[in-house]
């Protein structure tokens, strides 16, 4: 148990300093853009993923699998 409060007493203050040199923000700012830059990667890819879908017309593929 004092393990615990030593390590949340620690990692309360690097946490504090870390809000007060703005560090915090500045990786807040990173996620939102590569989340943002992800979801638009992710919209492109289903937009040239909505061609049509070609099949095979060789008999025999596109039999259902044995249970």
Known sequence: MIRTLIFGAIAGYVGKKLYDD?????????LVTRYNDAKANLADQSD?????????????LNRPLPN
């Open 22 to 30: 703005g560090k915090l923000t500045e990786f807040k700012n990173d």
């Open 48 to 60: 040239s993923l909505s061609t049509p879908v070609v099949t095979s017309t060789t008999p025999g």
